[in-house]
């Protein structure tokens, strides 16, 4: 890691631009992983047959089990501190860390004034944001 | 769901299926979070190295030895490509390993594709998909094994490429020097990029599987360059689905967490290696990789799935 970085100086735009994506990229990972981890832990801690009984694997894996999927009844999961909407919190900050990187992205080539690439970013992120709106019309 | 366990099983060697279904069967939730996580971990290490999502480990993983419905495999995967993605990528960015501007640029393909992909899904066979798919994907890793000298031959020039600053270099760890590396065919990457997401789009797999053959074999770009840009893309076609995942309700909290735990953690420290790796041995693996999920596809695509 620090052979690369002696080869390119800071001063460098695109190394600017690495080093933000990089922090923003390392940012999610520890913050979600911390966040999913805490969540597992809670769940543990207050269903304690999850350790002890070996009936209720089948009820995780198989459908039909209850567990927050709108960001509604997620909201409502964290208000009473719920293990699971803990997890899944961690989990929609993961899924929103690409599309945050492609948000910086725009940004950070646009204080770079790199033209072409504000349009090629900005191109991405909308198409991101339609496949939202696709997704949510089909699901 | 009994006939699909007993199928399924018949695929592995019998000491693989007779022990780990018996343990599936008396695993407490526990228990089943850690080896889920152990599972993962191997997944997000291989698929840091490789530029995959990990999704070829995971989904089998979880269903055969684990015993979770496909469905909600199928969400801890898309779970497990942005935790690869965003895991691996955070140290390839930072080392210049990533070519960033040719993963931005890239990123116009699989996304249209994606996109496309999904509006197409279940408006055309897809059986004959698996197997057209699963044919191109034999095809670029005999490809791949002729092209193992990389370091050599001549790069055509190409306007687009000079126009977007797409060229550049790497440090390779193992060689102690750094390497400069010139990008050739860029609207031909473009377009194989837009297949690349289409298929991901309509058949769920494949999302670094066509993407490192297309960069390496078109673009000409350095084995580890290609892998390490084919995981900082995978991360937003699949975030792209996710949100569809999470509404459907197949994203499991207790199975996606161990998951998502396990592979960041694997990537993560799959990213430390690949410096070191040769390109010889990433090369090879990805060929044995690649040519393992041209197989499942012709299966798939026999069976009529």
């Keep these: ?139 | 769901m009994r006939s699909d366990w007993a199928t399924a099983n018949s695929q592995l060697p019998t000491s693989a299926a007779t022990v780990p279904a018996v343990l599936a069967e008396h695993l407490t939730i526990f228990q089943f979070v850690l080896i889920t996580f152990g599972i993962s971990v191997v997944a997000g290490l291989a698929g840091a190295l490789l530029g995959l999502g990990g999704g070829i480990i995971v989904v089998p993983a979880l269903t055969l030895l684990m015993g979770v419905n496909i469905r909600l495999a199928v969400g801890a995967s898309v779970v497990s490509v942005i935790a690869t993605s965003s895991g691996a990528a955070a140290a390839y960015v930072r080392e210049h390993m990533t070519n960033l501007r040719v993963a931005m640029f890239l990123e116009i393909g699989t996304t249209t594709g994606a996109i496309s992909g999904a509006f197409l899904a279940g408006r055309l066979p897809a059986r004959w998909l698996f197997i057209v798919f699963s044919v191109m994907m034999g095809y670029s890793a005999i490809e791949m094994l002729r092209n193992r000298h990389e370091m050599g031959g001549h790069v055509p020039s190409d306007r687009l490429a000079d126009r977007l600053r797409l060229h550049g270099s790497y440090y390779d760890q193992l060689l102690g020097k750094k390497v400069d590396y010139r990008v050739t065919h860029t609207s031909l990457g473009l377009v194989l990029m837009y297949v690349a997401g289409c298929v991901s789009g309509l058949l769920g797999i494949g999302s670094g599987a066509l993407k490192v053959p297309s960069m390496d074999l078109a673009m000409r770009l350095p084995i580890k360059v290609s892998t390490a840009t084919s995981n900082l893309m995978i991360g937003v076609t699949a975030a792209a689905s996710a949100g569809v995942y999470f509404a459907r309700g197949d994203i499991s909290p207790l199975i996606a967490a161990p998951v998502a735990a396990g592979v960041l953690i694997g990537a993560t420290g799959g990213s430390r290696l690949l410096p070191r790796l040769s390109n010889r041995f990433i090369r090879l693996a990805f060929v044995l990789v690649l040519l393992w999920i041209c197989g499942q596809m012709l299966w798939k695509g026999a069976r009529g799935a």
């Design chain 1, 1 to 139: 890691m620090t052979q690369a970085s002696e080869d390119h100086s800071a001063a460098d735009p695109v190394r600017t631009i690495e080093l933000v994506i990089s922090t923003l990229l390392r940012a999610g990972v520890v913050t979600s992983l911390s966040v999913v981890v805490a969540g597992l832990v809670l769940s543990f801690i207050h269903h304690p047959q999850y350790i002890h009984s070996t009936t209720l694997l089948h009820q995780v894996t198989t459908p039909g089990r209850w567990f927050p999927h709108s960001l509604r009844d997620l909201a409502g999961g964290l208000a009473e501190f719920r293990g699971e909407a803990i997890i899944m919190a961690g989990l929609l900050l993961l899924i929103a860390t690409p599309v945050l990187r492609v948000a910086v992205s725009i940004v950070a080539f646009y204080l770079e004034r790199d033209w072409a690439f504000v349009a090629i970013t900005a191109f991405v992120l909308a198409m991101l944001i339609l496949s939202f709106l696709l997704g949510k019309v089909e699901g």
